[in-house]
């Protein structure tokens, strides 16, 4: 009996995004081994941890299209980027690799919307508040970045800031979680 409750489409979406995942991590790890080198100890921890949350994402997928019926491929990954130039060019292709996340979690979101599976769509929203999460962490180390000097940064203002990321939580602050109170 098939119990693949997955359209092809779907699963193959599905299996895209297990392949973007485990890229992510890749290039997160290796940003992370370049800013521990670079002598950026905090910001290395952070992206290491990052790696990490990728590979769980990656295993979430995998895991869903396993539960509903399908067969998740596991694929060779690609190399990662080339190192960046400083910690700006960093953080902004790191940005840039959430936001084009962002569209791949949207494109699931929306075919499984177009397909009425509502499973799969339910599955995605997980990812699409994730992905508001991603890109405001990276937004706000661009910004605290950009206060300490940007690509001019004094070396105190990037030891400062540094050891500041490096403490930081892995969870940004939504806008839908304020309150008069907290905001």
């Not at 100890?41 to 869903?64: C, D, P, Q, T, W």
């Not at 970045?145 to 050891?163: E, Q």
Request: with cysteine; glycine share 6%.
């Amino acid at each position: 009996m098939d119990t693949n409750r997955l359209s092809k489409p779907i699963e193959d979406i599905l299996n895209k995004q297990v392949k973007k995942e485990a890229d992510a991590a890749q290039t997160y790890l290796s940003y992370a081994a370049w800013a521990d080198s670079e002598g950026y100890a905090g910001v290395a921890n952070l992206l290491f941890r990052h790696s990490g949350e990728e590979r769980n994402h990656m295993m979430k997928v995998i895991g869903y299209i396993q539960e509903r019926g399908g067969r998740a491929r596991i694929t060779a990954l690609v190399a990662p980027p080339k190192d960046p130039k400083n910690l700006q060019e960093c953080f902004e292709k790191i940005f840039q690799h959430e936001v084009d996340n962002t569209t791949a979690i949207y494109e699931i979101v929306n075919l499984s919307q177009k397909e009425k599976d509502w499973a799969t769509w339910n599955f995605g929203q997980w990812f699409v508040k994730e992905q508001i999460e991603e890109e405001t962490l990276v937004m706000d180390l661009l910004d605290k970045l950009k206060i300490a000097g940007g690509p001019k940064a004094s070396n105190a203002s990037l030891l400062y800031l540094d050891n500041k990321i490096g403490k930081q939580e892995d969870d940004a602050d939504l806008a839908r979680d304020a309150s008069v109170d907290n905001p």
